[in-house]
């Protein structure tokens, strides 16, 4: 019930403040004997990390991961696995001011309102930073998944700005710093994001991520839908606006003899559906799509409020990615993760295991 | 925990299957003190009703609901309000060739590789029947909402296949079948729906929901965000593919200069955000907007599988709407309104009810 | 979160008042592929059943359950199962004196503290005709676990005042009207009881529970401890005031060297922890045993209070069992049967199901 | 729904083994506003400390909580406390022998067969060590319960092997290494302590715990009530055999006459409800009582079982207390007040705060 806790049997509930002594989780519910060590999640912490290129902000952080429990020699023990990662670069500056003011499309103001307290420095508990604990649970999730049911989780950017792919790679995704799936955009998109970072101002951007390998049947009606639940998931990534699965808001202006997906021995013809009928997975690849505004920390003046009700000027003078969708695509990748590794184990305490059930349909591979 | 339970203090448990001998639902949760009576349901349910206008199915039911429990002389008592629906309407056909085929873009295909075992009838379980009682529990909610803090939710259709309404007028939604909120293209809109119903072909819908009234505050960091939960919420309804929260996907090309809403005394300039900030209500009017995806039920033939394995043609006679979205206004109504009663309650359990908490900015009303 | 609803993955959530039209459940996460009639649920009602002796109330209802949902051509389909019998036995009397009186060791006092309403009529809510859907949800715990696992639960009375057993015979518990495990007394019980009815008075009683067959490992630490979810569960039943596992509060007067339970390869040499350890199963028969006050509502006066805050003598005059303890033994069964099947589909989410495990010591069958 | 996650709204979520390198927790749903700083956590930790006197076990550990959350300039700010103590005492010692035993009485073999693999290293997630955690996490609950109602919550020891207190004078519970209530028996005990640690038996306690302040209406019908969850709290602390609320096992053999509790305006005539009718509190003070079982690491050489299924003769040398029961009072009244707090705050989610509600009975105080 906690509302900083994620998933039903394999649960996450992180806490920390982005400048406080440390952030941290608590991944409950992971079956036991899964390998696990710190190197497990330097990989996709740095894909997340903050000065990976000079479009993203300069924190220079470690996130190096502490393992505080739930592993014995090597190997998960079913017990609670308590991850820690400690704040190195909290900068000493004075927040006075900015505690009192509220910033533009950030969460300053709603955190007043709510709590009549909030900790003023770098968001506090708003931050993105949350979201690095976001990514190392999900690397939890993603390794067993890909042990236990051959599961693969990709994302990629799909669009910035107005810009959207040209061609669809997803072998160069990891090749470039925006995780974009064509290699020869990617010099137009430095030289777009630099003219943006020079122009003081920010862009919003969108990241698909598609899941392959995952059987027919995860998902539970009606309100524990796959697709509601990877909704519930993405849209709590900070600046999310729109979530989409399958053709999402395409759909609209489709006809239904155009968006059904017709089916046949050796599968489904098609994927609009995005691999979810019903909210319960078909077997097909999983596609869904998030929309993430644009940055609202700028070097441009804007008026603003503070808390004594009177009118001020707020500019943003620390460092922040021009465009906060760049390194969503880790946090979005994890959190599909962390909503498949939920399903599974819930689908398994319902109907047993995959495999454990006679093939439902015969000659028939599913997906 | 219960997949079929939606919401965490104010709990809505639905059941029924479509042609079984009953829907219903259990809302737990539900301060005492509010009247309610049967007929409080009636007009939601009418306004979601099949066989409404020619543009919808003919199912006609009568959709009275029985209070079962948790109303003592017209008041609620706190204890949990069961309500009842007989299905009235079940006629008996013979089922038994398409209890063995998997309809294309509908569910019985999941469920099936799920369960093994499925309810045939009028898609049983996965059918658009269960969304009567989410109505029927969103009244009670927009009941205690209004009542308690003044808040209105209205939902209208915001686009139809391609058409998007070229003005915005919410006086006129409830005076025309399709919740348009344009009186002049209602004309267009029923010849567009009755070359559609025709041809045997269906299309999408976009429904638009937006709720005023409620105070800043609501919502809850960071996985049980106002957004987030919304994003759930809608997602859960049949058919529907993508959901938005104020600008939604168009922000991706937004520039953040255009984006983040300005604040001044007299509260905010703009509301791109939609009503919320980091997952909290900011007192604006919330915004959010849901696409549903064509009808798969169709005249049209189409290739599918069977449960052997074999492939077959599926065509579907019965009655079925065009345009499943038209009747998914009042349904998006009530998820909303679900949500907000919900973070209504959470709100006052942690930082006590609005109006308890001393102002928090001077002379500002907040939104 | 419901607090009407009970389990986490096997959710049962009950509704209705005594007096009210109806009570009923709905019961989601039951496995798929169940055999499930209304007749199951005869056998179990009945022996809770009111009116079953001249020791236990009059009240004759026939307590039909009707299936409303989730059962397809006989077999569970997944989905939720509702479960509904109507109140056919509301006698219509003058609720409006007893409407305004608090009846000592009743809820009524807490009922109005707390939601400053109430349903005055047998109970309202806190009546114990609540139980009855426990046990229906419990006769489709039991069936499973049975079908699964070959687990059975089985309960007795252990106490009735001060007279305890004189020999424990579970062949001969069905046998009797207070479920005895020693037939020779039951004809002193009889005269007991009816001596006590006719002084007006009434008396305690002390239940327990046994269920064998449950494989090792059931149970999750820290705080979905199998006892601590036991504890939870009796203590919910009406009038109950203490729960006890293995030798329970017996403990406190024993050594450590008396108490731990030896092992060897063929097992433990005893059972004084009741079968659980570390909030685990053993595998051996899980033991615990519940304390069940006297009946408060006595033909004897007594002073109370009303909601003006005068004095009253309230005297009941209705139909009420001198031992509410005589039927709870199907109660308690039903309690243990709800807490073991949701521990069971918990084990296999995270640790795969009994058997698809490595048996974990050679030549060991657990317990 | 992490099983080792405690309270709806109040959630608390500890992690940790006995000898991994830290125990923590994250308490979530905690009120802004509160005062806290590591000092608050001193007397209660002390309290429950190892070292504390020569009859408990001699493990040296400064147990200084580490806030590393959820705290901005002294005050709770609404997010999530998490709260680290580092495990400085993990003596280096082989474990090679110990891990492939079965000591009887413990967790050792049903973790074991249920995941598979376990840290057996003091015991690893079963220990003890644990409970530090919910002391930390109840002084959070017990300083804004007393600072916001007035409650208090105070144990004390009601029982050792077959001594009872002689009297009862909570002043003086304190004084005593045992939290007994009669000063005068204290040599006696320290006595019988030093007899029983010499023949290197161990023996059980029964701690009680009395909180008074509460108001009435706290604790939800009817899977939630606040007995049902009072006992699953007090039963999933290590070691607990039993619970009881009120007069609990005692009530089997009263007469209904004698345990009903007489009401007049003054408040009510006694109490041997335990402040609970129907799960709802009734104002008057709250009294449970919980069984320890005699602690089961002893010197005396005892029979068991490895993990290759061979008989084994188990010797315990460490550390350890000739009886649990002596520091977990501190433990009990973290556990009622945990469940108090969620209590309160779930009332005030569903019918407003205590205050708000007109007095529901004229010139009555409640209790």
Partial sequence: MSANTFGKLFS????????????????????????????????????????????????????????????????????????????????????????????????????????????PRG???????????????????????????????????????????????????????????????????????????KSGDSVGARVDVIADGLPPGWGEPIYGKLDGELAAALMSINAVKGVEIGDGFASVAQLGSEHRDHMAASGFASNHAGGILGGISTGQPLRCSTAFKPTSSLRLPVDSLDIHGDTVEVITTGRHDPCVGIRATPICEAMVALVLIDQALRHRAQCGDVGDITPRIPGHVGG
């Fill in 12 to 119: 996450v509930t992180t806490f920390g403040e982005s400048h406080g002594p440390a952030i941290g989780c608590v991944v409950d519910g992971c079956p036991p004997g899964l390998a696990l060590t710190p190197d497990d999640f330097r990989h996709d912490l740095a894909r997340r990390a903050t000065g990976k290129t000079r479009h993203t902000s300069a924190r220079h952080e470690a996130d190096e991961v502490e393992i505080l429990s739930g592993v014995y020699e090597g190997l998960t023990t079913g017990t609670p696995i308590a991850l820690l990662i400690r704040n190195t670069d909290q900068r000493s500056k004075d927040y006075a001011k900015i505690a009192e003011q509220f910033r533009p499309g950030h969460a300053d103001y709603t955190y007043w309102q709510k709590y009549g307290i909030r900790d």
């Fill in 123 to 197: 968001g506090g508990r708003s931050s993105a930073r949350e979201t690095t604990m976001r990514v190392a649970a999900g690397v939890i999730a993603k390794k067993w998944l890909a042990q236990r049911y051959g599961v693969r989780v990709q994302g990629f950017m799909s669009q910035i700005g107005d810009i959207t792919p040209a061609g669809y790679d997803l072998t160069v995704v990891e090749d470039n710093p925006f995780f974009w799936p064509h290699a020869a955009q990617v010099d137009a998109l430095e030289a777009y994001m630099d003219a943006l970072r």
